[in-house]
Structures are given as structure tokens and as C-alpha cells.
């Protein structure tokens, strides 16, 4: 029997917007298995894009469907109304129980249900009940949420698409890349390539700037060409400066939101460098096979 426990409204917000290359993740029919167990009315008046109904039997016993292995899902999630403990009686912890007899991977239930999600993420709610793989792999995929409702970390399409950045209600922009394509808001343009050469370290001051918009309550995403080297160095330098993480600690808080996040090595070496900086000494080392360990591990 499968481990049940609670999963975070960020944590399902950073599965539904997971990608390969330009195609959501959601268009793979083993990656995420995500149940509604409200009623059949709530479902139908809207519910969190791709949830699919949990159906049940004339004495409202939960079934396990038909059309899905629930034994080959990477991810199973399943919400109802507002459930916040495993302990608490009610339609997800129900369904769970009967999903995590056949699930080989731990079956989530998300912490608040509908209501706290939908009040997070209301552009995440849909009436649609069928997708095409087509309309899957074309999903609009949102920016990874770091620090929920305060920082994000995406790709330079990311950060100029309007529609992106109003639902997410962006404040500031941190553009790392080697152009100044990106206009409006509040803009900071970090022209760094990269590259194993490269000095990302002289521009780390840009966590300063993102630190002085998130203490004003502004939310601030930081983008590059791809979403997987530079910015994940920057957003990790912002949890050293700003919440003194560990280098080790931040890379694996980052690595849990977005597991393709790929600093090069030359920026890994100086993340290593504002350690010292930050934390007065080199407390992890970076020879250790801990950063590889930790990318197998999220897969």
C-alpha cells in the first residue's frame, strides 16, 4: 500500500507546469493522475485544469478507473473541498485510501483542497473535462513558483508573455540573458552568457534587487534563455542571501520546484564563492557527489 500524505498548493501548481522542451508534461499519460472527489456538481461547475472525476459506486464507495494504471503514475493527486490532514475524515482521505492500494508511488492529498488552490491559482481552474494530447502538449506553462506568491524562475517566453506575467501579478523582472528583449515593469537586464567562463558572480547583486522588491511583497521572476542554468543560479543565490540557505539547501529547495534545473559548472563553482560570501565559510562541498545525487533523486 502506497504512502498517503499532503502536498502543498505550490507543489501541484510546479506538476501542472513542468515541460518538456516547449510541450507540458501533462500531455504524458503516465505523469500525472490528478482526482477531483468533490461532487459531481462541483466538478462540473469547474475544477483545477486536467483533474478528471473520481467516480464512485451506488453506495459511494470510490473506484479505481478503468482507463488508467494508477500503478504506472509518477504523480497521484486527489483534492475535495478543503481536506488539510490525512487524519480528517472526508471525500480525498476516502479515495486515497482506495488509490493507494494500487499506486507504487505515494498518493498526495492536497493540503486545502479546491478552495485553497482555486484562491491561489484561479487561472488554473477550467470547466473542460477532455483534453486532446495536442491541446495538452500546447498548455500555457507558467514560470516554476520558488517562494510561493513571491518568486518564479521561467524562460525568456515566459517573461514576455503579458498573460503570464498579469496572472501571476509580476512586479519585477530579472532578465539573464545576453539581450534587452524583454520591456515594461520593473526591469533589471543581467547580460551574462552561458557559459563555464562566464562571471555570474559580480552580477549576484541582482538577489539584492529582487530581495528589495519581495520585501515590499512584490512578486519577481527571473528569467533566462531557457529557464535551466542562469536563473537557477540567480534564484538560488536569493535563497543564500535572503533566507540563509546552505548552497546545499537552496539547490535542493530549487531542484524540487523545476528537477531540469541545470546551473553549469562554472556557476556552481561560484555559488560556491557566495557561500563564503554569505555564510562566512564553504560549508558544502561541491566535490561531493551531492548535486548529482539530488537531481537522481527528484526524477
Request: net charge negative.
Amino acid at each position: 500500500m502506497a504512502k498517503i500524505s499532503l502536498l502543498k498548493p505550490t507543489e501541484l501548481y510546479n506538476l501542472l507546469n513542468r515541460s518538456q522542451g516547449s510541450s507540458s508534461r501533462l500531455a504524458e499519460v503516465n505523469y500525472l493522475y490528478l482526482m477531483d472527489a468533490r461532487e459531481t456538481q462541483d466538478y462540473n461547475t469547474s475544477h483545477i485544469i486536467t483533474a478528471k472525476e473520481a467516480k464512485t459506486d451506488a453506495e459511494g464507495t470510490f473506484l479505481l478507473s478503468e482507463w488508467v494504471e494508477v500503478g504506472g503514475m509518477q504523480h497521484v493527486v486527489i483534492y475535495d473541498n478543503n481536506t488539510s490532514s490525512i487524519q480528517q475524515q472526508g471525500r480525498a482521505v476516502d479515495c486515497a485510501r482506495v488509490l493507494s492500494k494500487a499506486s507504487v508511488c505515494p498518493v498526495h492529498i492536497l493540503d486545502g483542497g479546491f478552495q485553497r488552490f482555486s484562491a491561489l491559482y484561479s487561472f488554473l481552474r477550467s470547466e473542460k473535462i477532455l483534453f486532446t494530447i495536442m491541446e495538452l502538449e500546447n498548455l500555457r506553462v507558467y514560470p516554476v513558483e520558488i517562494l510561493p506568491g513571491l518568486l518564479y524562475m521561467g524562460d525568456l517566453n515566459q517573461g514576455a508573455d503579458d498573460c503570464v506575467l498579469n496572472d501571476l501579478k509580476i512586479n519585477a523582472l530579472i532578465n539573464i540573458t545576453e539581450t534587452d528583449s524583454l520591456k515594461g515593469r520593473s526591469l533589471l537586464n543581467v547580460f551574462v552568457e552561458d557559459s563555464v567562463e562566464s562571471d555570474l558572480y559580480t552580477s549576484l547583486i541582482s538577489s539584492y534587487f529582487s530581495g528589495s522588491h519581495i520585501e515590499l511583497g512584490s512578486r519577481v521572476l527571473i528569467v533566462s534563455r531557457r529557464g535551466r542554468s542562469r536563473c537557477s543560479t540567480a534564484s538560488i543565490a536569493f535563497l543564500m542571501r535572503h533566507l540563509s540557505y546552505t548552497l546545499e539547501e537552496a539547490w535542493r529547495h530549487t531542484l524540487k520546484c523545476k528537477p531540469l534545473m541545470r546551473p553549469n559548472t562554472g556557476f556552481i563553482h561560484q555559488l560556491s564563492e557566495w557561500e563564503m560570501h554569505t555564510k562566512g565559510e564553504k560549508l558544502t562541498d561541491i566535490s561531493e557527489p551531492f548535486l548529482f545525487n539530488a537531481m537522481k533523486e527528484m526524477k
